[in-house]
């Protein structure tokens, strides 16, 4: 049975700030927090300690990042099929269904 020491008081622990700084950063930049927050929950780990902001950074990193991937696949599919109507079209002013395209 292992069991884990108590996170000590007015101390760092191996990971603690890199915990904070990957949870902050999976907010504006999912991928980076998500690999700072894999990083420092392994050093919290090995050196037996809980991180508990690394924990929420890796969710946080990975639900952003999954966000983030299924919007860059829709614009694709949405830009492929605009891309695809102008083929069929050619240049010019079209109007299908109501849509106004402009192609060159």
Known sequence: MTTTPPTPTGTDYPGKMLGIAGLIA????????????????????KAGYQNVPALIGIIVGAM?????TAVVIVVAVMLAS?????AELGPGTHYV??????CS
């Not at 952003?64 to 983030?68: A, C, G, K, M, Q």
């Open 26 to 45: 999976a907010f504006p930049f999912s991928l980076i927090g998500l690999i700072l927050s894999i990083v420092a929950f392994v050093q919290s780990r």
């Open 64 to 68: 952003l990042l999954l966000v983030f």
């Open 82 to 86: 605009i891309i695809g109507q102008c």
């Open 97 to 102: 269904g109501g849509a106004k395209y402009t």
